[in-house]
């Protein structure tokens, strides 16, 4: 009997899946288009050649010597000269360059001289990391410019080069960037924000197919099928999408890994178990939102608020560290934090995988969590209530 309700509910999941091309869409083209979008964005590594803009009031050498310079660092990429500030102004309104230099009159005079003229760099900060290009290029040719008049000056008054050189510089720096020694941002950016897409898709398609039972009245017909039993329910729908999601994943960390060339310093079964169980604890994050709410709406607004969190709270950008308290807790709460600390573990860093066993347990929990609120939905299913 048990063997027959399974087969039942999960030939139901099957048809469902099959009939609706929604589901395809968003399990199948969409996660992977997304993978393939960001990965392909972030190839270079890094934004480079940021278009941007000169205005050079004091036409001397010094300041011509400073446009050459800024020409030569990757970050900037001079393409206009203009003749005032209004003009570049109106440029940088207009898109045509993301931000622009200015070298005032008698600059060169002026710094010879020691009497600090000021030169001044605007920047386009509505496309941030455009901007934060371009104002790093800006502050480097400033600081050079800065040491080479100071150089100068020094040469005038009969100071040796060695000793200039040790007083512009008294140290040496090495730096030793452990992870990413080649500052590529495709490695933290696509490690990260690759998988929590696909765990925003995940949960809103699982939120979705348990949602539209509750929502079209068909709720006491899919717990029949499951004779009566909320687990089989819920197992018949969701083990397919499972099925799906996983090979998906798999293809997604086939394109970061193999494709896109992401560091995998660790046996690859390691990551793809962890693609598993990343999928399972994002449908059983899922459940247990629309166990908590048992609506439509309000399991998957519940969904799409902890899938948006995740980019923000999960610590991507800013470190946890660096959080509040209340902030840096919200970040543990959903399943793409643990994956995001495994990849760091396991794919980027190859520590052996015994110092990461906490995090595969905490992805086990999510999975395991929502049996003991399944009793809620279970109680909807029979008596379903709709809500506008």
């Avoid at 439509?296 to 946890?320: A, D, K, N």
């Amino acid at each position: 009997m048990l063997k027959r309700y399974l087969i039942e509910s999960y030939k139901r999941g099957c048809v469902q899946l099959v009939r609706r091309p929604m589901y395809f869409i968003m399990m199948v083209i969409v996660p992977l288009l997304s993978a393939w979008f960001l990965l392909d964005l972030m190839e270079p590594g890094a934004v480079r050649n940021v278009p941007v803009g000169i205005v050079d009031y004091d036409n001397s050498d010094v300041s011509r010597r400073m446009y050459r310079n800024l020409n030569t660092l990757e970050q900037v990429d001079v393409q206009r000269h203009f003749s005032n500030f209004a003009e570049a102004k109106k440029a940088v309104k207009r898109g045509e360059v993301m931000g622009f230099f200015l070298i005032p009159a008698h600059f060169s005079e002026d710094a010879l001289g020691g009497r600090r003229p000021v030169v001044s760099y605007y920047v386009n900060y509505a496309i941030y990391t455009t901007g934060s290009m371009s104002f790093k290029g800006f502050k480097t040719i400033s600081l050079l410019t800065t040491g080479g008049i100071v150089q100068t000056a020094l040469r005038t008054v009969g100071m040796p080069k060695e000793e200039i050189q040790a007083a512009m510089m008294p140290y040496g720096a090495h730096y030793h960037m452990i992870g990413n020694p080649y500052m590529n941002y495709n490695y933290y950016l696509s490690l990260s924000f690759v998988p929590c897409f696909f765990a925003l898709f995940i949960m809103l398609v699982t939120a979705f197919t348990i949602g539209v039972e509750l929502k079209t009245g068909l709720c006491k017909q899919w717990l029949r099928v499951g004779g009566g039993s909320i687990t089989l329910a819920l197992s018949g729908k969701l083990v397919p999408q499972t099925i799906v999601f996983t090979a998906v994943g798999w293809a997604v960390q086939w394109l970061m890994y193999c494709h896109a060339g992401l560091p995998l310093n660790c046996p690859p079964w390691h990551m793809l178990v962890a693609m598993m169980l990343f999928v399972m604890a994002n449908q059983g994050f899922s459940v247990l939102m629309m166990c908590i709410a048992p609506h439509f709406r309000y399991g998957s607004t519940l969904c799409t608020l902890f899938g948006m969190l995740s980019f923000s709270f999960c610590g991507f950008s800013l470190p946890q560290e660096a959080m509040y308290p209340w902030v840096e807790t919200i970040g543990f709460l959903v399943p793409m934090k643990y994956y995001f600390l495994l990849s760091i573990d396991q794919a980027l860093n190859g520590i052996p995988i015994y110092y990461s066993r906490y995090y595969y347990v905490a992805l086990v929990v999510f999975i395991v969590l929502p049996m003991f609120m399944v009793w809620r939905l279970k109680k909807t299913c029979k008596n379903p209530i709709y809500l506008p």
